[in-house]
């Protein structure tokens, strides 16, 4: 029976100040998924409540590459070997091992919340589901408003179509906002560009109505435009990876995350 090394993150936002790693051999049979080597962690190595982590939406980190669904052992294995270091999508908000503390993220929110007063308080909770997003991506600034918020605003702007004006105004900030986004369908495995595509196709709506939907940045965000973005690196990039586009990933992400 074949073996995996594993180095799995430990952290309990109540009791400890600082995390560590937790190594385990862990053998495993050819049929396994990850959700699989999550159940079969020992959950006595992880403190006084058992191992921290969501079966029902799997998302984690390992060695260093954000991870979405149950996917089988063995295209891990051929992705990664099988020494594993797993870490949650963001050390920074941790609840218990790779469990995130999404209310602590979302209070990041509340400023655009307070703005925002005519989103209802059920719409407002549906940011948590694309949160995990965020977090795809390690090299991001603090202040960057977040891959997931953006998708959240393109949903947003389905539900609130009169409010079109407001919302895509808080995506065009200089330091944090929408312009700012990278790549990060090599960020995911196995890669994906969903995310990618559904951001620039956002970016180009902004470029093309610029003057009709922040009429007060125009100029500015005009000139920011032409001296600082070309959508044609974004474009190269997503062809030269040829990565498969699935439409309904970002989708599975957010129905999965309830």
Known sequence: ???????????????????????????????????????????????????????????????????????????????????????????????????????????????????????????????????????????????????GFILYIKWLLSRYPLYKKQLLSTLCTFENGIFEHICIANFLFPANNTIDLAIESLQSDLVNGAKTLVPKMCFEFGKYLDGQYRFSCHSAMVHENKIPIQSNFVQKIVDSNI
């Open 1 to 147: 029976m074949a073996k995996l090394d594993l180095n799995i993150f430990s952290f309990d936002s109540r009791l400890d100040f600082q995390s560590g790693y937790v190594r385990q051999e862990m053998f495993f049979q050819s049929s396994w998924t990850l959700r699989d080597v999550l159940q079969n962690i020992h959950a006595k190595s992880f403190g006084y409540q058992e191992f921290g982590v969501d079966l029902d939406f799997i998302h984690c980190r390992i060695n260093g590459f954000a991870i979405f669904g149950n996917i089988a052992v063995y295209e891990l294995i051929d992705k990664f070997g099988t020494t594993w270091v797993i870490d949650p999508l963001s050390k920074k908000f941790a609840q218990k091992d790779l469990l995130l503390n999404l209310d602590k993220a979302f209070a990041q929110y509340n400023t655009f919340f307070r703005m925002a007063h005519f989103i209802t308080p059920s719409d407002r909770e549906e940011l948590k589901k694309y949160l995990p997003i965020n977090f795809i991506a390690t090299c991001y600034d603090d202040e960057y408003c977040g891959d």
